[in-house]
């Protein structure tokens, strides 16, 4: 079967929507003739024009403006911030602007387009170039956010956020880029707010995205080894979250563990377990736990950063504690 790598999945999700679609465009720091940071738009510009693939000045604050401009006047902007740390720059035209349009306007008017912006370690980019903001995007109403873990899933989210209504986050794990899958199945969209089941399992249930469903599926099999039979969910969209998936999981396994590569503290996993806590307690037969990055800036070290990044030897130990 022929080979996709995460990187070919994006690109061909952008190249498929703006042949669908001529009011797609794309938006960002060299997109257009250097093809992004990681090469993601490669190719558009020569096959689509400059018209459509504009390289944009250096200033995420501006960009994003014109991009909120652009939806509210017809276009389905795609924009690329390189970092997801640099999102701290693009706030206000996301959060005050295109999040609050459709609701300011008494539903009259959206804002279709889509953030994409890589976050994670595992590149050794440090404390400035490595943050998972995703949390606070899934805490502020009117955005969408998905995460990715797979090719398939990148390409399908990717799909499903260009023909969204109103504004979507795209969080892709840099340290995913070079993965790559065979395609036994024609590529498809892949609906916002639906859990993926990567794993089936008995005895707990792991809940995770992006990357760390990889470090989790990994923990699976060393516990497979233990005669433990952990289901793991890709939850692929965290705002909105498939709270049914894992309510479902966790009524047959009885046990959580919620796993991000992002800070433990106040992140998506606290959320996951609230609900979980309230909606699912007669379930639980123990603490639901989470697993994630201590409270501290991503370090450059690779040594520091392999310690930082929840591995699959934390989520064994989690596991232990809540099967004891």
């Keep these: 079967m022929p080979e996709l790598r995460y990187l070919r999945a994006i690109n061909q999700a952008l190249a498929d929507a703006m ?20 090469g993601a738009t490669r190719g558009l510009r020569d096959r689509f024009g400059a018209e459509r693939v504009i390289d944009t000045p250096i200033s995420e604050a501006a960009l994003a403006g014109a991009a909120v401009g652009a939806a509210l006047s017809g276009l389905r902007p795609v924009l690329e911030i390189m970092f997801m740390d640099f999102t701290t720059l693009v706030m206000d035209a996301l959060v005050n602007q295109a999040a609050k349009a459709r609701f300011m306007f008494g539903g009259q008017r959206s804002v279709p387009m889509v953030v994409r912006t890589p976050h994670g370690g595992g590149i050794g980019a440090g404390p400035q170039h490595s943050q998972c903001l995703e949390a606070w995007f899934a805490h502020v109403p009117g955005l969408k956010v998905v995460c990715p873990a797979d090719p398939a899933s990148a390409y399908g989210l990717l799909r499903a956020a260009i023909a969204d209504p109103d504004p979507v986050i795209v969080v892709e794990n840099k340290a995913l880029y070079a993965m790559k899958v065979d395609v036994r199945e024609r590529l498809e969209v892949v609906p916002i707010g639906r859990a993926d089941t990567v794993r089936s399992g ?61 800070v ?18 007669d379930e639980l037969d123990g603490p639901i736990l989470r697993v994630g990055a201590p409270f501290m800036p991503v370090p450059f070290s690779k040594a520091l950063e392999d310690a930082y990044i929840p591995s699959a030897d934390a989520i064994v130990r989690a596991a232990r504690r809540v099967l004891a």
């Design 264 to 281: 433990e503290a106040f992140g998506v996993g606290a959320e996951i377990a609230a609900r979980m806590a309230d909606i699912g307690f």
């Design 19 to 38: 042949d669908a679609d001529p009011n797609v465009v794309l938006f960002g720091e060299d997109v257009s003739e250097a093809g992004g940071s990681f």
């Design 202 to 262: 008995r005895d707990l249930t792991l809940v995770s995205y992006g990357a760390a469903v990889h470090t989790c599926v990994k923990a699976a099999r060393a516990l497979a080894a233990e005669g433990i039979e952990a289901e793991v969910i890709d939850l692929r969209s965290l705002q909105p979250w498939d709270e049914a998936a894992v309510l479902e999981s966790l009524q047959h396994t009885h046990r959580l563990i919620v796993v991000h590569e992002a």
